[in-house]
């Protein structure tokens, strides 16, 4: 796919890049082969411990006498458009940067980012997380690397599934059969009680159901994106989906902000199960931790594997940083054993070196299970124009037309059309 500048061409679009200034040449900027110099770092807040931050600085320092690697916390309200504006720029651009895994693509189509596939096998080759690899490669040229995932998981209670006599899931009819089960049971004679609590907004646990089926929102070929989900293997996910939704489910669509805490009906005694990322389990009830078990959202077949979505982070070398073989020996630091295990241990993230995921603190989530999730992970199409439909809410708005019980083939041919148009825009 060639490179292109990427014009926003819609009012709604705070997560679209257009990266005034960054020009479709070789993504390299000034010669890079000064000996000594001072790198800027930027890291997301709450992404990176205080204490994996200072072995950074302190390390590079050592290993690079008369240089200086200084790490500036971003927040994350209105990255884009400050990614946007500083990578634009050689006076402020940072040299490093860590960008959200399905905004990478975006950033390397107009140019913001170095190619930095002579790197990989030094940080870790085939043990990076597989798909936030592929979100950053282009044309063959591989434009960042993993830095950190979250994982998503099934919480479910194991005393009620016991008592409703339903065997924990293996397929996905499963989970849509257990959660119809356990609800037609409500062992604890619950008012109002689900099967699961499965709400609409919560998009990137929905999108496994997808990639579980070998589905996913588009697909190119032949140098044009195709929507994907007029397919028997779309449509069989949005099948379940909606099943479970009209038979047993809680809070389909539901706002964000509810959305966001789905421990509270589970808390509450409201539904016997709930997908989440993993660090829902510092938020169950501790009378609960005993009986709540934990899965990787199962897969389509029995002894298939599932393909869950992963967010987070991928981290890269600016283009128009002047200081491109100093920010590529940072680089090497950032995905070592030392700074990958220190981030695992400290904020509990999947490392993007998943070689390291044992690091990762015990809770209801096993390490090991974490560490599978993101070896088999998937992610959205890895198309320039994907932050567009996001920021339109396309996959929203899919799911809630499937939630609402319109035409599963009505729905994938609207949506799709939507999906194609604004993947193959200028």
Known sequence: ???????????????????????????????????????????????????????????????NPGSTLTVEMQPWDDIVSRLQTSLASASETPDIVEIGNTKTATFANVGALADISDLYDEVGGDDLIPSFVDQATLDGKTYAYPLYAGT?????????????GVEAPETLD??????????????????????MYFPVVDVHGLEGWLFSHDANYAEEKDGAWVSGLDTPEAKAALTQ?????????????????????????????EVAMFSYRVFAQDSI??????????????????????????????????????????????????????????????????PGNTTFASAIPDGIVP????????????????????????????????????????????????????????????
């Open 241 to 269: 989906m909606q099943t479970l939704w009209q038979d047993s489910s809680l809070g389909a669509l539901d706002a964000k902000e509810t959305a966001g805490n789905p421990w509270v009906p589970y808390n509450n005694g």
């Open 1 to 63: 796919m060639a490179r292109r500048t990427l014009i926003a061409a819609t009012a709604s679009l705070a997560a679209v890049l257009a990266v005034t200034g960054c020009s479709s040449g070789s993504g390299n900027a000034g010669d890079g082969d000064a000996e000594s110099g001072d790198l800027r770092v930027w890291l997301m807040q709450d992404s990176v411990s205080d204490d994996a931050v200072a072995w950074l600085e302190e390390e590079f320092a050592a290993q």
């Open 367 to 426: 390490a090991e299970l974490q560490q599978q999730i993101a070896d088999t992970s998937r992610l959205t199409p890895a198309a320039p124009n994907w932050a567009i439909v996001e920021g339109n809410n396309i996959p929203v708005d899919l799911y809630s037309a499937i939630a609402k019980g319109e035409d599963i083939d009505e729905v994938v041919a609207r949506i799709g059309a939507k999906i194609e148009d604004t993947l193959n825009a200028d």
């Open 285 to 350: 009830a501790p009378e609960l931790a005993d009986v709540s078990g934990v899965m990787a959202l199962p897969p389509a077949e029995a002894g298939g594997e599932s393909h869950q979505f992963l967010g987070g982070s991928n981290v890269g070398i600016a283009a128009k940083s002047s200081q491109q073989e100093l920010a590529k020996k940072a680089m090497k630091l950032i995905l070592s054993e030392d700074f990958m295990t220190q981030l695992a241990e400290d904020s509990g993230w999947v």
């Open 174 to 195: 499963d989970l849509v059969a257990a959660a119809a089960a356990v609800q037609k049971a409500n062992p604890d004679g619950v008012d109002g009680f689900k099967g």
């Open 152 to 164: 998503s998981v099934v919480f479910y209670r194991t005393d009620l599934l016991e008592k409703a």
